[in-house]
């Protein structure tokens, strides 16, 4: 079975830090572009961090710039995303995806299932 299964949300206080996995079966991670999005109840999913299928090439969105880290395991299988210095307002659910011909786009051919992350005191 293809799939896409993130770990690691949960609560934190501001100024914490977490580190999200997402793990691949099926597939090799390293054959695709893979990125991180996150998305608030009523809001448009958006854009976090975004890894080349080369590892060359990484992206952030600004408000994350300084403070989160992409990062690829290939013995493993499974992308990474630090995120430190949290703030309430990355809060949200995170998603990993991974595509094959696009790079940090929300079309993907496979996203995971989403990993509830709360920054509160």
């Known amino acids: 079975q293809l799939q896409l299964v993130e770990s690691g949300g949960g609560l934190v206080q501001p100024g914490g830090s977490l580190r999200l996995s997402c793990a691949a079966s099926?597939?090799?991670?390293?054959?695709?572009?893979i990125g991180w999005f996150r998305q608030a109840p009523g809001k448009e999913r958006e854009g976090v961090s975004c890894?080349?299928?080369?590892?060359?090439?990484?992206d952030y969105r600004e408000s994350v710039k300084a403070r989160f880290t992409i990062s690829r395991d290939n013995a493993k299988n499974t992308v990474y995303l630090q995120m430190n210095s949290l703030k309430p307002e990355d809060t949200d659910i995170y998603y990993c995806?991974?595509?094959?011909?696009?790079?940090?786009?929300?079309?993907?051919?496979?996203w995971g299932q989403g990993t509830q992350v709360t920054v509160s005191s």
């Open positions: 995806a991974a595509a094959r011909n696009r790079y940090c786009s929300t079309t993907n051919d496979y």
């Open positions: 099926g597939f090799t991670l390293d054959s695709y572009n």
């Open positions: 890894l080349s299928s080369n590892g060359r090439t990484t």
